[in-house]
């Protein structure tokens, strides 16, 4: 199973999805010790609220997506793509990939104000 974790330079996990350029992407096999994450940087065109799906994304393949916020029409726009979303309050990418691995559940995410304004940017989105 391929997970992917928006980061803020690697070392974080990201409050808003749509918007990271910095993601590691683990490939999971069960009954494996945890996978070292691949380091993948989207231009900003590749960035979600900017990318236009008429090409190939660096992220394709990733079944499932961890963040720390992230609004309605990114979660719609990666389910169209094969993936589902998960929200926590977790800040590190290791820490929260382990506790998914094994079963266990993720804090709830945090407030963020961002995602207040990305609802109402969602309403009016293409996707």
Do not use: N
Request: net charge negative; hydrophobic share 40%.
């Amino acid at each position: 199973m391929k997970i992917a974790i928006p980061t803020q330079d690697y070392t974080r996990v990201a409050g808003h999805a749509g918007q990271a350029r910095h993601w590691l992407v683990f490939d999971c096999e069960p009954g494996l010790p945890l996978p070292v994450g691949e380091r993948v940087e989207l231009t900003k065109e590749q960035v979600f609220h900017h990318f236009q799906d008429d090409a190939p994304h660096p992220l394709d393949g990733v079944e499932l997506v961890v963040a720390g916020s992230a609004g309605d029409g990114f979660v719609r726009h990666l389910a169209k793509r094969g993936a589902q979303v998960l929200l926590t309050g977790e800040a590190d990418p290791s820490a929260a990939l382990a506790k998914i691995l094994a079963g266990e559940a993720l804090p709830d995410p945090r407030f963020d104000v961002t995602t207040t304004l990305c609802k109402l940017r969602d309403f009016f989105s293409r996707h």
